[in-house]
T-cell receptor
Framework: DQQVKQNSPSLSVQEGRISILNCDYT??????FLWYKKYPAEGPTFLIS?????DKNEDGRFTVFLNKSAKHLSLHIVPSQPGDSAVYFC?????????????FGKGTLLTVNP | DTGVSQNPRHKITKRGQNVTFRCDPI?????LYWYRQTLGQGPEFLTY????????KSRLLSDRFSAERPKGSFSTLEIQRTEQGDSAMYLC?????????????FGPGTRLTVL
């Protein structure tokens, strides 16, 4: 069963516009969420995270919003740049668990067109 | 470079052969993880070490897979009698204890192709 879902396999955006990537989760025990960015032939790179005690976290052009009641989070990138083109993974973990493992979605390929 | 490193970056092997991958975590990180990523999927958890102790193994990790982390530093992942279904990117990640432990830092991965 897919506990973290990214329902959009791909997203195309014009440079300078906002990119919104969405993620849904089903496990109510998840309390910490992360976004990773991945270029081809490289490992995932940590972008931004949010704890379940918050509903928003901002870091430069990147903002993550969390709606716990809907079990939904989103990553906003403003303004989008061509260098942002990559696969974005949403990940979640249960901080009360003993192994700290992350559960990932399948990813969304973002293409930012110049 | 003080990031997570993995060797080799690519491995091509014939079905039935054994392969071993190495991961060197960020030096002060005591937690180390192995994940596997196949095409069109996100990384999937395989196993987790805290220092030298292997604390959890996923059911994805069949008996043909074994991981070690002697002395709590680098780790190795061995696959015996490889099968074509083992073809994937094998990712290693590490994290520190304490407040910063939530973020895991990934290496570049080892891409395994089983012919």
């Amino acid at each position: 069963d897919q506990q973290v879902k990214q329902n959009s396999p791909s997203l195309s955006v014009q440079e300078g516009r906002i990119s919104i990537l969405n993620c849904d989760y089903t496990n109510s025990m998840f309390d910490y969420f992360l976004w990773y960015k991945k270029y081809p032939a490289e490992g995932p790179t940590f972008l931004i995270s949010i704890s379940s005690i918050k509903d928003k976290n901002e870091d430069g052009r990147f903002t993550v919003f969390l709606n716990k009641s809907a079990k939904h989070l989103s990553l906003h990138i403003v303004p989008s740049q061509p260098g942002d083109s990559a696969v974005y993974f949403c990940a979640a973990r249960n901080s009360g668990g003993s192994n700290y493992k992350l559960t990932f979605g399948k990813g969304t390929l973002l293409t930012v067109n110049p | 470079d003080t990031g997570v490193s993995q060797n080799p970056r690519h491995k091509i092997t014939k079905r039935g052969q054994n392969v071993t991958f190495r991961c060197d975590p960020i030096s002060e990180h005591n937690r180390l993880y192995w994940y596997r990523q196949t095409l069109g999927q996100g990384p999937e958890f395989l196993t987790y070490f805290q220092n030298e102790a292997q604390l959890e193994k996923s059911r994805l990790l069949s008996d043909r897979f074994s991981a070690e982390r002697p002395k709590g530093s680098f780790s190795t992942l061995e696959i015996q009698r490889t099968e074509q279904g083992d073809s994937a990117m094998y990712l290693c990640a590490s994290s520190s204890r304490g407040q910063a432990s939530q973020e895991q830092f990934f290496g570049p991965g080892t891409r395994l192709t089983v012919l």
